[in-house]
């Protein structure tokens, strides 16, 4: 599913539904666009899956080489969290409490569903524009010790 990308303002209604953009939508796997597993975000937002995805999650999760109580936390939190939701006809899913609560949706009568990579992010808008500010010195200090040539990046060693 590594194709998923750009930032899309959706309506969101008071039965909890949005409507995941087409654009994104048809990024995801032949066969697997009818169906999204969300879960809360490491930020303040929800992080949707496809199946796939889901399955690589869960494992990352699960080979965590760290203690087995922090783990279990972890797994609670993300996993435990989880929804498997369908979409309808018109691409839309409803977004269990917990999760909209988590993210602070309720009062958002739109949201930002941003596409990164392999996974697509639920935000209000304003936690997105904060979260952006605050990371801005980061990203600029990551992207000035970083090769930004392709054949760099290829020969890099791993920390």
């Keep these: 599913m590594a194709g998923l990308q750009g930032t899309f303002s959706v309506s969101f209604d008071s039965k909890r539904r949005l409507a995941v953009p087409a654009k994104l939508r048809y990024a995801l ?3 697997l666009r009818d169906k999204l597993y969300l879960t ?3 930020e303040k937002c929800i992080t949707g899956y496809s199946w796939d995805e889901w399955q690589k999650f869960q494992t990352i999760l699960n080979k965590l080489k760290i203690n087995e109580t922090t783990k279990r936390k972890i797994k609670r939190q993300f996993i435990g969290r989880a929804a498997e939701l369908d979409l309808d006809k018109q691409g839309r899913l409803i977004i269990p409490d ?6 602070e949706l ?4 739109e949201v930002l569903v941003v596409g990164c990579s392999t996974a697509l992010e639920i935000w209000n808008p304003r936690l ?8 801005e010195d980061d990203i600029q200090k990551t992207f000035s010790e970083i090769p930004l040539d392709v054949d760099d990046l290829l020969t890099m060693q791993p920390n």
């Design 106 to 109: 309720q009062s958002c009568e």
């Design 40 to 42: 809360r975000g490491i």
């Design 128 to 135: 997105f524009e904060e979260d952006g500010a605050s990371t």
């Design 29 to 31: 796997p032949d066969g």
């Design 98 to 103: 917990d999760l909209v609560n988590y993210a």
